[in-house]
């Protein structure tokens, strides 16, 4: 596709619950990003995949939360015994990335509006 | 990354410019970028200023960046009713070879546009 496609675009859970979300970044990009969107709050970074690079899990807020990514494509963000706090919309972004380091712009998803009841 | 602060909320008639504003405190930050955010849609990045720039124009946008005082401003001219969203202002700070620059975002503006 054109773009950052993520799914579902809505999920309610019962409480204690787990979940899977799916990011299907744009074709070659070698950087993904999860984000946690809060109502009213700015995004949060939780895990950076890059390449075959160990992925940046530094955001991650407890080990309920975990990602995986098979090479550049799909990734899945899994939230185990799901609470009423990780109700957010949970924001993918892709981008290319140089050799040096170097980002380039992050191209995102529509998001999945998680609601934990 | 610092911090990022916005405030939250900014009405403006239609045809009048907006200013949105911004502070950030890492005074590493390497780029400063602006995103807008339509409901229910991702974030798109609408413009970005490296950290050695102090203002960057772009068709109805004017970015200014006071490095001083860390302060990056969105100026909107000509403000449309289809301009009306959520803006979020971002840092990225230099990370070691090989990592990535992470932006760190503010909370966003919600930008009211009346006609």
């Known amino acids: 596709g054109a773009g950052v496609s993520q799914s579902p675009s809505n999920k309610v859970t019962e409480k204690g619950k787990d979940v899977e979300l799916r990011c299907d970044p744009i074709?070659?990009?070698?950087?993904l990003y999860w984000y946690r969107q809060r109502l009213g709050q700015g995004l949060e970074f939780l895990i950076y995949f890059q390449g075959n690079s160990a992925p940046d899990k530094s955001g991650l807020p407890s080990d309920r939360f975990s990602a995986e990514r098979t090479g550049e494509s799909v990734s899945t963000l899994t939230i185990q015994r799901t609470q009423q706090e990780d109700s957010a919309v949970y924001l993918c972004?892709?981008?290319?990335?140089?050799?040096?380091?170097?980002?380039?712009?992050?191209?995102f998803g529509p998001g999945t509006r998680l609601t934990v009841t | 990354g610092g911090d990022v602060e916005q405030s939250l909320f900014l009405s403006v008639r239609e045809g009048d410019s907006s200013v949105i504003n911004c502070t950030y405190t890492?005074?590493?930050?390497?780029?400063l970028y602006w995103y807008k955010q339509e409901p229910g849609a991702g974030l798109q990045l609408l413009t970005y200023?490296?950290?050695?720039?102090d203002m960057k124009q772009d068709q109805r946008l004017t970015v200014l960046l006071n490095k001083k005082d860390k302060h990056l401003s969105l100026r909107i001219a000509d403000t449309q009713t289809g301009d009306s969203a959520i803006y979020f202002c971002?840092?990225?700070?230099?990370?070691?070879?090989?990592?990535?620059?992470?932006?760190?975002f503010g909370r966003g503006t919600s930008l009211i546009v009346h006609p």
């Open positions: 890492d005074s590493s930050s390497t780029y």
């Open positions: 972004a892709s981008s290319l990335e140089g050799s040096s380091g170097v980002t380039y712009e992050q191209y």
């Open positions: 074709s070659g990009h070698t950087a």
């Open positions: 971002a840092e990225s700070i230099g990370r070691p070879a090989g990592g990535s620059y992470i932006p760190t």
């Open positions: 200023i490296f950290s050695n720039m």
